[in-house]
């Protein structure tokens, strides 16, 4: 049940922006690194065996490197500090090979995407990957000042008709008009997302309306509270055991204390790296990575965030 690691080591630390630095990883003894797609994440391990994750911002045709950017939040729960703070050229991190929970649908007819911040991290390898292909697709990017918006440079090369900067010091403070871009794009374009909440909030109220098909959006923090209502049973059904599950304690805790170390990193819903198989039960879902219809369908749960409503659950563990 434990996360398999590659050992890598810190090639080079770049400045990227305002509070932005990049990092770019490389198998500790050379060679191939396992493949990713664009939208693709990988979990670096932190002091005392926690993970965070992180989009990879490169080309996924590269596969001697993965190039991590990492925004400094002094508010956040400690990741980026302790990157940007003690990560140097010459270290060796362990990661998680990459995972992909915002996938880039490569045939769409287009691509709208939308960045905030730090979000064009995943953004950015999408842009590269539907350039690669001659895909068509357009690219919002939004930013408090232009100093603390990442890969300008990069972005500078591309067809200038296909970036569109949104600056909101430049713009007397207005934030960008999400709701614009969206009734603008074609009926049958996919729209991709990523950025802080209030970004997001706007984005998914205004392609309610739009095929959830056609809609993806990666959160990098949970916007519900994990289940932790009522108290129940969880079987798991490899392991023939049963364990309690108090009324305030999550699944996850439960499972830890019960001596177990399921697969996690975010431990907030929003990476997907926890998602076991349901066999009996109904879950209490409180990811952001399910679609609707696969919470419906109760097939899998992230067992970092969510909980049941039943009181007995049953899982592939």
């Known amino acids: 049940m434990s996360v398999p690691y590659l050992e890598v080591r810190v090639k080079s ?62 508010a ?58 001659n895909r068509p697709w357009a690219l919002h990017y939004a930013a408090r000042t232009r100093g603390a918006a990442a890969f300008l440079d990069e972005l500078s090369r591309l067809p200038a008709g296909q970036i569109h900067l949104h600056i909101d010091a430049e713009a007397n403070g207005q934030v960008i008009d999400v709701a614009a871009i969206v009734k603008r794009a074609p009926a049958d374009a996919h729209l991709y997302c990523c950025g802080p909440a209030g970004l997001l909030a706007a984005f998914e109220q205004a392609a309610s309306t739009r095929a959830p098909a056609q809609v993806h959006v990666e959160y990098f923090k949970a916007k519900n509270a994990p289940a932790r209502r009522h108290a129940y049973t969880v079987v798991l059904a490899k392991a023939r055991r049963e364990i309690l599950v108090q009324t305030g304690q999550t699944l996850l805790d439960a499972l830890l204390d019960a001596g177990l170390d399921p697969a996690r990193s975010c431990v907030e819903g929003v990476c997907g790296a926890c998602e076991v198989r349901v066999i009996d039960g109904i879950p209490d879902h409180r990811d952001m990575v399910l679609t609707d219809a696969e919470r419906a369908a109760n097939r899998t749960m992230m067992i970092c965030c969510s909980g049941s409503c039943s009181e007995r659950l049953v899982l592939d563990l």
């Open 76 to 133: 956040g729960s400690g990741g980026s500090r302790h990157i940007h703070g003690r990560v140097r050229a010459g270290d060796l991190l362990q990661i998680t090979p990459p995972a992909n929970d915002f996938r880039l649908v490569e045939e769409a007819p287009c691509s709208v995407l939308i960045a905030g911040g730090i979000g064009i991290t995943p953004i950015w390898c999408m842009v590269q990957r539907l350039t690669s292909l």
């Open 13 to 74: 630390v770049t400045y990227e922006a305002e509070r932005i630095n990049s990092y770019d990883l490389r198998l500790r003894d050379g060679g191939a690194l396992p493949p990713f797609t664009a939208g693709a994440h990988v979990n670096v391990r932190m002091r005392g065996n926690s993970t965070r994750s992180y989009s990879l911002v490169n080309s996924q045709h590269e596969r001697h490197r993965y190039v991590i950017a990492v925004a400094l939040d002094e």
